[in-house]
């Protein structure tokens, strides 16, 4: 596809559940980052791929999350054993110049998102 | 640290009046900064960007902004509203790595 896919779009899960969200990302764009957003505020780094590896994952909030991209494409958050406070919108978004050259950066392009709610 | 504060969450002005997002930042370093949009159940959308080179920057359907070093401001601004324009606005920042920081959002009403 032309931008950035994620799916599902929507997810409702019971507290303690597994929960999985998908992002596909913009054909040759290397760099990919999550980010999620509570009601009411602005997205919060979460984590950020370069290729196939995790060059920084300080943003996740604890070791129930966790995300790959094993093929340097497609990538995968999961997150265990869910919490009501996990309720939120998942954000994915490629670039293909992640790295400052002179100050110099990329734009982001965002998928619509994946809206987890845990009841 | 960077961060990116946005200081109104909610504008509401009449369509055809002007637009004034404002956004503060906060760095150690020169930062690219950016204007995201999000209508609703959309992704984000760059509006525009500033990255060193002209302090007025031009975005997409009519906004601008302009980098203020001295007030480490970078406020958006369209002269004249449209329907259309009603969404979230998010300002944001990047110092030269890979970690783009938000800020809180502008929740923009256009009254007809």
Not at chain 1, 85 to 105: E, K, N, Q, W
Not at chain 2, 48 to 77: Q, R
């Amino acid at each position: 596809g032309a931008g950035v896919s994620q799916t599902p779009s929507n997810k409702v899960t019971e507290k303690g559940k597994y929960v999985e969200l998908r992002c596909d990302p913009i054909s040759g764009h290397t760099a990919l980052y999550w980010y999620r957003q509570s009601l009411g505020q602005g997205p919060e780094f979460l984590i950020y791929f370069q290729g196939t590896g995790a060059a920084d994952d300080s943003g996740l909030p604890n070791d129930r999350f966790f995300a790959v991209r094993p093929e340097g494409s497609v990538s995968t958050l999961k997150i265990q054993r869910t919490e009501r406070g996990d309720s939120a919108m998942y954000l994915c978004a490629s670039s293909y110049d992640p790295v400052a050259v002179g100050g110099i950066t990329g734009e982001l392009f965002f998928g619509e998102g994946s809206r987890l709610t845990v009841l | 640290a960077q961060s990116v504060t946005q200081l109104d969450s909610h504008v509401s002005v009449s369509e055809g009046t002007p637009v004034l997002l404002r956004c503060n930042y906060s760095s150690s370093y020169s930062p690219s900064l950016f204007w995201y949009v999000q209508h609703p159940n959309k992704g984000l959308q760059l509006l525009l960007k500033y990255t060193s080179a002209a302090t007025l920057v031009k975005g997409i359907n009519g906004f601008e902004a302009e980098f203020k070093k001295s007030e480490t401001s970078f406020h958006l601004t369209k002269p004249s509203a449209h329907m259309s324009d009603a969404a979230e606005y998010f300002c944001a920042s990047n110092t030269g790595g890979f970690k783009t920081i938000f800020g809180a959002g502008t929740r923009l009403f256009v009254k007809a």
